[in-house]
């Protein structure tokens, strides 16, 4: 029963951090594209509840930042005016879930701007930039799993139930993809493929890449259980009153399947965000100014980024919660599985 | 982008000169060595006393190729070779004139074609042996065969045909020429002189190209430069040696040059070399990005970190404007009809804003450019060329002269349609090496999207770029560098003139393709042949204006040159021409009770 609440729980967590992914365009104050030239390098901005001199305000409030008299990079605050944060602004026109056309934001403050996280070299706003990178990277990862575990399934269960030569050829397949040097590979492809590729169909390239590579493994777990489950005595007892091919597999075989399948999705999809976000860091990924996490991270490859801007690193950290709500949904996965596996082999032994 | 620094070559006679040879390695002699007959008339440099003896360390992006100047042509090379060779006449970097070196003086015949150079007396090569007349006559002959295929020949052929060179006596030398030219005595800046007892015979033999590799041992290698060839470690490092027969000395009459040894360590990217230098392992650093400089700055421990104003980079932005005839897609040859309409050029030049790749490239540190000629050259640039601001309306407006028009989306943001009702949408390459310009493409690119124009950028790898556009000339736009040696005109010849390889938008053309620059090619060559500077500078500028009036070329910014030493180093003085922090190597010396010995 408690593997089915931590279940809950986690499901519970990642659902709501994918919900404020969904809809970056209502809390992120602004267009991750858009270019404040007269900030690059903006630090952080704190948020204050006591002003200079020592009036505390019911509303929290920032002071914006301007650059030290000289410098191009050190910011100091301006204390003359606090901007209040104000909730529901119109801004930006954005789509939520894509379709919707609105321009209400969550948060952001009249005559100034806010920058949660600091700002980029382009003076382009992290916060924005991480949620709305958020929507590219997860995606990448859901449908690279999705298109996996579907490659997986269908070999995986042809050459489990079919066996003989079919099962050889696609087991030696499955091997050779999991020996290939897939980013070698992949620049190589880079390489031929047009000079410009535009944003999406450079996220295409990428979700068919990523899903493409990973298919080995889920099809050997598959092709496992469909070898195991297909000589059962309730698909024997089927099979003995006529039932065809498809049917059995489809009413009897690939349903147990189903519990490894989710255990692998719960795991791949954060090694795909991750891959993801690496063929990004390499520059392989969507091109700039679209943001992705993999993106965001790519300007720590130059040193004096490395160690002026430290916000530089957040979007590192933002992939922790997400990886373990995944990993914990996975682990609570496995623990159901196998308990309901315990409760099957005690029963076994019964009869 | 003609490489101009020269060097010596390898010799294959052993034997005798090298027993002598061994014996000096062996013994590097202090101060000046034994000298018979003539006396040697030493070039004395006015300025402070240094000390002698230590180690300079500094670093080089990568390994040089080689060590020969007759086929050097990466700046690496040309690095090292600068400071192993010498020339007859060199431009000071500081100044930016020239100055005597291995010749002591010189004279221009009043018709303007004949120089009549004279050799100091009593020099010798880094091996020891001396240096007369036929060394140069050696040199020139070298330079000027076309079996050589030395870089330097062509800008020793001057009104089409090579210049004749001439020796009246042992140490005076006459060049002639065919029509006059405006260079003057510049032309022999960065001509490295040969050593014509070790390369003769590899010469005749035709294996020239074949020496001066890095593995070259040290006794078959020499030049009239202050340093001289030790120890190579593949990969790692090349170490030189002091040339103690070198011909300056300071003041005081102390020979040059003052450190013992020169290290070059290879260093393969900006931010490695900022690293060695923070943790001492070199002592200078130079060709710095204004972001690395801000963090030396912030950090300044033992060392100096030296701002020395406007370089002659120049940072543009060029669209394809080759005739590639029936090889062209039809993709190409539609968007090359917008990129041969000047008013699309205008339009885009205008929506640049300059003052924003200054701020956020170069950190400020650098300048906005509306010309070919940087602003770190004072006597060259137009001053009368307009330097208008950033104006959106102005470049809607050229856009609608020339028939283009817009077209609003669903969420406001408005495209840009040419006369046939098709997106203006376009890729710009950039160096993925290079962060700098990579930011520009990256700023140019919302730039132009305020215009409606779908700008996508694509960094590639330097080569594939250079093979793009030069070679297969199949790109759209290409953001590049370029950064002139000399502050002189000539220096950029090949982007001037239309059949110049670096004349990026169409390079080496048969017959000029546009009547602009046709008149581009007749104004500096005629200002090639121009006496006077005020002549010269006439022509100059109006080659500026019409470059500036059809922008072939869409200038950005230039950076500031800026470089490092560490506290210990004396008569460090970066300097804003190539080589920007050892033009002064044989001067740089190391502050009393220090020593650096970290490798």
Redo the contacts between chains.
């Keep these: 029963m408690s593997a089915r609440r931590t279940f809950a729980k986690w499901l519970v967590v990642l659902g709501v951090l994918h919900g404020i992914v969904v809809c970056a365009g209502f809390i992120a104050p602004y267009d991750p594209?858009e270019?404040d030239?007269k900030s690059?390098y903006l630090p952080p901005m704190r948020l204050h509840l006591a002003d200079a001199h020592g009036h505390l305000h019911t509303r929290p409030f920032v002071y914006s930042l301007r650059l030290r008299e000289g410098s191009?990079?050190q910011y100091e605050e301006d204390t003359a005016v606090p901007h209040p944060v104000k909730f529901f602004l119109s801004g930006t026109?954005y789509?939520l879930l894509g379709l919707l056309?609105c321009r209400m934001h969550l948060f952001g403050a009249e005559n100034a701007r806010i920058y949660l996280l600091g700002t980029d070299?382009?003076?382009r706003d992290q916060f924005s930039r991480l949620l709305f990178g958020g929507q590219v990277s997860l995606l990448a990862g859901l449908l690279g799993a999705g298109i996996t575990l579907f490659i997986g399934l269908c070999i995986g269960a042809v050459a489990g139930y079919y066996g003989g030569w079919r099962d050889s050829l696609l087991m030696r397949v499955a091997e050779l993809f999991l020996a290939l040097p897939w980013l070698y590979l992949l620049f190589a492809l880079r390489a031929f493929l047009p000079?410009?590729?535009?944003p999406l169909e450079a996220f295409f390239l990428i979700i068919a890449v990523i899903g493409a590579v990973g298919w080995a493994r889920p099809a050997r777990l598959v092709r496992g259980v469909v070898l195991s489950s297909k000589e059962r005595d309730f698909v024997r007892a089927a099979r003995g009153f006529g039932a065809t091919n498809g049917y059995l597999l489809r009413r009897h075989i690939l349903p147990e399947t189903s519990s490894v399948l989710l255990t692998q999705a719960a795991i791949l999809i954060p090694q795909y965000v991750l891959a993801e976000m690496t063929l990004s860091f390499l520059?392989l990924g969507v091109?700039?100014?679209v943001p992705s996490w993999g993106n965001l991270l790519s300007s720590l490859q130059?040193?004096?980024?490395l160690?002026?801007y430290w916000w530089m690193y957040l979007p590192a950290l933002i992939m922790v919660p997400f990886f373990l709500g995944y990993l914990g949904l996975a682990s609570s996965l496995q623990e159901r599985g196998e308990a309901y596996k315990i409760e099957k082999s005690s029963l076994g032994s019964l009869t | 982008m003609k490489n101009r620094r020269a060097n010596f070559l390898c010799c294959q006679m052993l034997l005798c000169p090298l027993i002598a040879l061994v014996v000096l390695l062996g013994h590097p002699a202090p101060g000046s060595p034994q000298q018979k007959g003539t006396k040697e008339e030493i070039f004395v440099l006015p300025g402070d006393a240094g000390r002698s003896g230590g180690r300079l360390v500094v670093s080089l992006r990568g390994e040089p190729k080689t060590l020969n100047p007759l086929i050097a042509a990466d700046s690496r090379s040309r690095e090292v070779i600068g400071v192993m060779q010498a020339d007859l006449v060199h431009i000071n970097r500081a100044t930016q004139l020239t100055e005597p070196a291995l010749a002591k003086s010189w004279k221009i015949s009043s018709d303007g074609l004949a120089y009549t150079l004279v050799l100091r007396q009593g020099l010798k090569f880094s091996d020891g042996q001396p240096l007369d007349a036929d060394d140069v006559l050696f040199t020139f002959r070298v330079y000027l065969d076309e079996n050589v295929h030395a870089p330097q020949r062509d800008l020793l052929i001057v009104g089409g045909k090579p210049i004749a060179v001439r020796k009246v006596d042992s140490h005076t030398v006459v060049f002639q020429l065919a029509k006059t030219y405006g260079v003057g005595e510049r032309l022999f800046d960065g001509l490295a002189i040969l050593p014509r007892h070790l390369l003769e015979k590899p010469y005749q033999e035709g294996k020239l190209g074949q020496l001066g590799t890095l593995a070259t041992a040290a006794d078959q290698w020499t030049g009239l430069g202050p340093f001289r060839l030790k120890e190579y470690v593949a990969g790692q490092r090349l170490v030189l040696e002091r040339n103690p027969y070198y011909w300056k000395s300071d003041a005081k009459g102390n020979r040059l040059p003052y450190v013992d040894e020169l290290v070059f360590l290879f260093v393969p990217n900006?931010?490695a070399q900022?690293?060695k230098f923070q943790s001492g392992e070199t002592d200078t650093i130079s060709q710095l990005?204004?972001?690395?400089f801000?963090?030396l700055s912030?950090q300044q421990r033992g060392y100096t970190m030296l701002d020395a104003g406007p370089g002659l980079e120049y940072n543009f932005l060029f669209f394809n404007l080759n005739d590639a005839g029936e090889k062209t897609s039809p993709e190409t040859l539609r968007k090359q009809k917008w990129f041969r309409e000047v008013k699309f050029r205008q339009a885009v030049s205008a929506a640049v804003?300059r003052e924003?790749i200054v701020?956020?490239v170069y950190?400020?540190r650098g300048s906005a450019i509306w010309g070919l000629v940087a602003p770190g050259n004072r006597r060259w640039g137009n001053e009368k060329l307009a330097h208008p601001a950033r104006s959106l309306e102005r470049a809607r407006a050229l856009l609608k002269e020339a028939g283009f028009s817009w077209s609003n989306g669903?969420?406001?943001e408005s495209t840009l349609l040419d006369s046939d009702g098709k997106t203006v949408e376009?890729?710009i390459?950039t160096s993925?090496s290079n962060?700098d310009r990579a930011?520009m493409a990256?700023?140019l690119?919302?730039d132009l999207k305020q215009l409606g124009m779908r700008v996508?950028?694509?960094?590639?790898e330097f080569r594939s770029l250079l093979d793009?556009v030069t070679q297969s000339k199949?790109?759209?736009a290409c953001v590049m560098g370029i950064a002139s040696f000399d502050a002189d005109p000539n220096s950029d010849i090949n982007v001037w003139l239309s059949n110049g390889g670096t004349h990026l938008w169409n390079p080496s053309q048969a017959q000029p393709a546009t009547p602009w620059e046709a008149e581009i090619d007749r104004l500096i060559e005629e200002q090639m042949s121009a006496r006077t500077f005020e002549q010269r500078k006439k022509l100059y500028d109006r080659a500026q204006e019409v470059l500036a009036e059809n922008q072939p070329m869409i200038f950005l910014a230039s950076p500031n040159i800026l470089a490092g030493a560490k506290n210990s180093i004396g008569n460090f003085r970066p300097a804003v021409l190539e080589p920007y922090v050892l033009w002064n190597v044989e001067r740089l010396y190391l502050k009393n009770g220090t020593e650096n010995a970290a490798r």
């Design positions: 594209v270019q030239r690059p191009f990079d026109r789509r056309s070299a382009y003076g000079l410009a590729v535009s520059g091109p700039e100014p130059l040193y004096s980024v160690v002026s | 900006a931010d900022v690293l990005g204004a972001e690395n801000s963090v912030k804003d924003a701020r956020l950190q400020g669903p969420n406001g376009f890729s390459l993925s962060a930011k990256a700023l690119q919302d996508q950028v694509v960094p590639l793009r199949e790109y759209d």
